[in-house]
């Protein structure tokens, strides 16, 4: 059982405090006279500010449930974007099962192996059997139009939005000498620095965005707002080094390689969306968009940071 | 029956509904409303009704009831009592040779006499989700006899690959319920024109 005592409450209290401040620009905002456009922009703003408040208290109740909690709630997230991916991508009757496997199967089958911690089989349930299996799966349903392309998109889905999304509720299954019991708080400071990195890219762009980084795959993620962005969270980051077992170095570093792998996370899900000419992945979450739209940068950040603390501090 | 089962398993089934679907109600040139209706929608599983039906606010749905396939539904007694109690079903039967089209409309007729609404699948059978198949011609006669009612038109996205024909395992995907502007039908037009642009009102929501 591992909890996020002292340190994650200060966390989760911070960022309570920083949704009433929120709240509060974003009402002062409304005050104020504005032309269509910045009326259209401050209505997205106080959406996507509704937002947050209820994001944060699922994922805050979600934690106050312990470790089952916490996997449970990761797996629902895991479930609502893997629907998302699989509703843009065009697979045919013959994948049918093969769906029904990936969907039913071993989504709850890896997630089971996070809150058992069997790391093992965790690691490679879904690279090596899922991906072996699922292709032979389709391949039985005698459908050999698009194979490839076809039995690629499926286990692209189940990658990025079982396997990549679970390496965050599996940091509760590290051992980390000296900071036992706190894991849930690594946790929390992960989430935080990726959606806080996100945030701020899109604040700095909305400020002072001038230069596209690549303007055919999204002309709202600019240069301004990548470094301002990326700075900004990993110096937030760096600043709550007393939640982590690392030294403020050391959390420079590793929130400065999430942020970066987040920005990574969330070209590469734009450049899908692009490709099926959509502009988000599902309306589910207000201003926000889909699940993947709000996941896209922990996909990428989540597997990269569980392995350099597991390599390096346990 | 008592009444707590048959909310529970309406909310039990709208619940799933929502789990595999998302249930998306997308309302364009219509607005929800209590009334006579006839929604009609394109078929290509067997959530279709159930989807239109978890789609409507929560008020309306009990005053609106799927026309469905006596064969299927009367087929075990779980499925009976889901028709009949849950859904609020109208069941008819659907083998054309032995029935007699008059005794099939009737009580249909009379559900719209009351002020409630019907959900049909003018196809009259699940499609592969491909293309839709032309209309059968119930839709037409209840226009003809009823005249004042509003024929909404519904394009249901993605259920053949939730739960495609020859399948019971269902796989999630967001689906949407498109509502479209409702059509009547117009002075002297003939049978074959009417259901053809009923088809087109369906097939036009599918953009």
Same mark, same amino acid.
């Given at each position: 059982?591992?909890?996020?005592?002292?340190?994650?409450?200060?966390?989760?209290?911070?960022?309570?405090?920083?949704?009433?401040?929120?709240?509060?620009?974003?009402?002062?905002?409304?005050?104020?006279?504005?032309?269509?456009?910045?009326?259209?922009?401050?209505?997205?703003?106080?959406?996507?500010?509704?937002?947050?408040?209820?994001?944060?208290? @699922?994922?805050?109740?979600?934690?106050?449930?312990?470790?089952?909690?916490?996997?449970?709630?990761?797996?629902?997230?895991?479930?609502?974007?893997?629907?998302?991916?699989?509703?843009?991508?065009?697979?045919?009757?013959?994948?049918?099962?093969?769906?029904?496997?990936?969907?039913?199967?071993?989504?709850?089958?890896?997630?089971?192996?996070?809150?058992?911690? +069997?790391?093992?089989?965790?690691?490679?349930?879904?690279?090596?059997?899922?991906?072996?299996?699922?292709?032979?799966?389709?391949?039985?349903?005698?459908?050999?139009?698009?194979?490839?392309?076809?039995?690629?998109?499926?286990?692209?889905?189940?990658?990025?939005?079982?396997?990549?999304?679970?390496?965050?509720?599996?940091?509760?299954?590290?051992?980390?000498?000296?900071?036992?019991?706190?894991?849930?708080?690594?946790?929390?400071?992960?989430?935080?620095? @990726?959606?806080?990195?996100?945030?701020?890219?899109?604040?700095?762009?909305?400020?002072?965005?001038?230069?596209?980084? @690549?303007?055919?795959?999204?002309?709202?993620?600019?240069?301004?707002?990548?470094?301002?962005?990326?700075?900004?969270?990993?110096?937030?980051?760096?600043?709550?080094?007393?939640?982590?077992?690392?030294?403020? +170095?050391?959390?420079?570093?590793?929130?400065?390689?999430?942020?970066?792998?987040?920005?990574?996370?969330?070209?590469?899900? %734009?450049?899908?969306?692009?490709?099926?000419?959509?502009?988000?992945?599902?309306?589910?979450?207000?201003?926000?968009?889909?699940?993947?739209?709000?996941?896209? %940068?922990?996909?990428?950040?989540?597997?990269?940071?569980?392995?350099?603390?597991?390599?390096?501090?346990? | 029956?008592?009444?707590?089962?048959?909310? *529970?398993?309406?909310?039990?089934?709208?619940?799933? *509904?929502?789990?595999?679907?998302?249930?998306?109600?997308?309302?364009?040139?219509?607005?929800?409303?209590?009334?006579?209706?006839?929604?009609?929608?394109?078929?290509?599983?067997?959530?279709?009704?159930?989807?239109?039906?978890?789609?409507?606010?929560?008020?309306?749905?009990?005053?609106?009831?799927?026309?469905?396939?006596?064969?299927?539904?009367?087929?075990?007694?779980?499925?009976?009592?889901?028709?009949?109690?849950?859904?609020?079903?109208?069941?008819?039967?659907?083998?054309?040779?032995?029935?007699?089209?008059?005794?099939? #409309?009737?009580?249909?007729?009379?559900?719209?006499?009351?002020?409630?609404? #019907?959900?049909?699948?003018?196809?009259?059978?699940?499609?592969?989700?491909?293309?839709?198949?032309?209309?059968?011609?119930?839709?037409?006669? #209840?226009?003809?006899?009823?005249?004042?009612?509003? #024929?909404?038109?519904?394009?249901?996205?993605?259920?053949?690959?939730?739960?495609?024909?020859?399948?019971?395992?269902?796989?999630?995907?967001?689906?949407?319920?498109?509502?479209?502007?409702?059509?009547?039908?117009?002075?002297?037009?003939?049978?074959?024109?009417?259901?053809?642009?009923?088809?087109?009102?369906?097939?036009?929501?599918?953009?």
């Amino acid at each position: 059982m591992s909890g996020f005592g002292f340190y994650g409450h200060w966390l989760l209290g911070g960022v309570l405090l920083v949704l009433v401040i929120a709240s509060l620009i974003g009402y002062r905002l409304t005050q104020r006279p504005l032309s269509e456009r910045g009326r259209a922009t401050v209505d997205n703003l106080n959406a996507r500010i509704r937002a947050w408040w209820a994001m944060c208290a @699922v994922f805050a109740a979600a934690l106050a449930c312990g470790d089952l909690g916490t996997v449970l709630l990761f797996a629902l997230v895991s479930f609502l974007g893997l629907r998302e991916f699989i509703t843009l991508t065009p697979t045919r009757r013959g994948d049918h099962e093969t769906l029904f496997w990936s969907f039913f199967v071993f989504l709850p089958l890896h997630y089971w192996l996070v809150g058992t911690r +069997w790391y093992g089989l965790f690691a490679i349930l879904i690279p090596v059997y899922a991906f072996l299996f699922l292709p032979l799966r389709s391949a039985l349903a005698g459908d050999t139009e698009h194979f490839l392309e076809r039995s690629a998109k499926i286990q692209w889905g189940l990658m990025i939005c079982v396997y990549a999304v679970s390496h965050a509720p599996a940091l509760l299954m590290l051992e980390i000498p000296g900071y036992s019991g706190q894991n849930a708080t690594l946790l929390i400071w992960l989430v935080l620095v @990726v959606q806080l990195s996100d945030v701020l890219q899109y604040v700095f762009g909305k400020l002072c965005g001038r230069r596209a980084i @690549v303007p055919r795959l999204s002309p709202n993620k600019t240069v301004e707002g990548f470094v301002g962005g990326v700075l900004s969270a990993a110096l937030i980051g760096t600043a709550l080094w007393w939640a982590t077992p690392f030294t403020p +170095w050391q959390a420079f570093m590793l929130a400065l390689l999430v942020t970066l792998l987040g920005f990574a996370g969330g070209l590469v899900m %734009s450049a899908i969306k692009r490709d099926r000419g959509v502009k988000d992945f599902g309306a589910m979450i207000e201003g926000h968009g889909g699940m993947l739209d709000r996941i896209d %940068s922990l996909c990428f950040a989540a597997p990269v940071f569980f392995h350099a603390v597991r390599y390096w501090w346990t | 029956m008592s009444g707590w089962r048959v909310e *529970c398993a309406a909310a039990l089934l709208v619940g799933v *509904c929502r789990v595999l679907t998302g249930v998306r109600a997308l309302w364009r040139d219509v607005a929800p409303q209590a009334g006579p209706r006839v929604y009609f929608a394109n078929h290509a599983s067997h959530l279709d009704g159930l989807v239109i039906w978890a789609a409507l606010p929560g008020p309306l749905r009990q005053h609106t009831h799927p026309v469905a396939a006596r064969d299927y539904w009367d087929a075990s007694p779980l499925r009976h009592w889901l028709a009949g109690e849950v859904f609020g079903a109208l069941l008819i039967e659907r083998n054309g040779e032995t029935r007699d089209r008059q005794t099939v #409309l009737e009580p249909l007729l009379a559900m719209l006499d009351a002020g409630e609404a #019907l959900i049909l699948f003018p196809e009259g059978t699940r499609g592969d989700g491909s293309a839709i198949q032309p209309f059968k011609s119930g839709l037409y006669h #209840l226009a003809r006899q009823r005249p004042e009612v509003e #024929l909404v038109p519904v394009y249901l996205e993605n259920l053949n690959r939730v739960l495609p024909k020859g399948t019971v395992l269902p796989v999630p995907l967001l689906c949407a319920a498109r509502f479209g502007a409702p059509l009547r039908l117009e002075d002297g037009e003939l049978r074959a024109d009417f259901l053809t642009r009923a088809r087109a009102a369906v097939e036009a929501l599918a953009q």
